[in-house]
């Protein structure tokens, strides 16, 4: 596909001779970055939103069909995670996957409705704010960063079958729970009693099983199964574990201050923004395929990688379920040849 003729589909959404910000990448069906147009599964448009020059639009085409697979609004034109607004992802076949609203600090908000490819209704979930405040517990996924944050009240109104047989209704029932368009990453599924957890539960990521037991939302007792039959224990605690480095996250930011060179080139032409690096941090805490989303040019992401790539300190690996598990990592870099 040209790029003249995706630009010309683009007209029809945003006027390109107004925007201020105006980008298109090509992307895998996993997600990743390609400069191969033939192998990209769909594209992305990030530009600036003609209505509000603060906000930028962030639309989604699958190259087959040139169907819309996702339309949302961003305060950060460098975060596809800073949606603000509704957002509204799409099967390849134009059916709506999931429609979400989020809030000004893009947490999500309101009722979020997934339907299946089929047309029918997967669920209908109410997210209301939580104004209590938490702490973190050390090394734990928290819903927001910081040390302190604020987890939204969630309820199931209501959850379908593919064939629209009621799961559940009112936080009530059985739960079958899984990502539609990517099934295969994570799945569980058991009974719920009042929105929580209740009773034994069960499920399966990165070709592992797991069993758990709960009571009105505790996690009593939880068994990981990887594909040899060996069980792994694990508490709340254990449960989800973000992978840390050495030092945590101020150390890593001064090391690669430290080491980053500026490209010749990318001074000459006074290259300023931020670009972001993403790896994957290893079961056994060593970091590999390194690539840069965003990349500024002119070496600036050659740069960032090759200093990463220096990096001989192993992490503290990520955990899921009590199993070390291979997480994806994404770290912003700000350069300001001013």
């Known amino acids: 596909m040209k790029l003249c003729y995706l630009l010309s589909l683009f007209l029809a959404t945003v006027n390109i001779a107004s925007a201020q910000y105006l980008r298109i990448t090509y992307h895998t069906q996993d997600g990743t970055e390609t400069k191969n147009q033939t192998e990209a599964y769909y594209y992305r448009i990030i530009a600036t939103d003609e209505n509000s020059p603060t906000l930028f639009k962030h639309l989604e085409y699958y190259v087959d069909g040139d169907r819309p697979k996702t339309v949302a609004t961003l305060r950060n034109k460098y975060s596809i995670f800073s949606t603000v607004g509704e957002k509204s992802t799409f099967y390849p076949n134009g059916q709506l996957h999931e429609r979400k609203r989020y809030d000004e600090n893009h947490a999500l908000i309101d009722t979020a409705d997934t339907y299946y490819e089929n047309g029918i209704l997967y669920s209908s979930i109410l997210y209301q704010r939580n104004n209590t405040k938490h702490r973190t517990k050390k090394n734990s996924v928290a819903p927001n960063s910081g040390e302190f944050g604020t987890k939204p009240l969630l309820k199931y109104l209501l959850v379908h079958d593919s064939l629209g047989n009621k799961l559940v209704e009112d936080g009530n029932g059985y739960l079958i729970q899984r990502n539609l368009l990517q099934p295969e990453l994570f799945h569980e599924e058991g009974p719920l009693l009042n929105n929580e957890k209740h009773g034994d539960w069960k499920g399966g990521f990165q070709h592992r099983r797991f069993t758990e037991k709960w009571e009105h939302g505790k996690l009593l007792e939880g068994i990981a199964i990887d594909s040899l039959g060996t069980q792994t224990p694990y508490t709340e605690e254990t449960m989800m574990v973000a992978p840390e480095y050495p030092g945590g996250l101020v150390a890593l930011r001064t090391y690669v201050a430290q080491n980053y060179r500026y490209p010749k080139q990318a001074l000459a032409h006074r290259v300023s923004g931020v670009m972001h690096v993403e790896f994957v941090v290893e079961r056994d805490g060593s970091m590999s395929d390194f690539r840069v989303d965003h990349d500024l040019g002119h070496g600036t992401g050659e740069e ?23 997480v994806k990592y994404t770290l912003p870099i700000t350069l300001n040849a001013s």
Not at 305 to 326: D, E, H, S, T
């Open 304 to 326: 960032a990688i090759r200093v990463l790539k220096k990096i001989r300190k192993k992490w503290k690996p990520g955990f899921q379920k009590g199993l070390a598990v291979r």
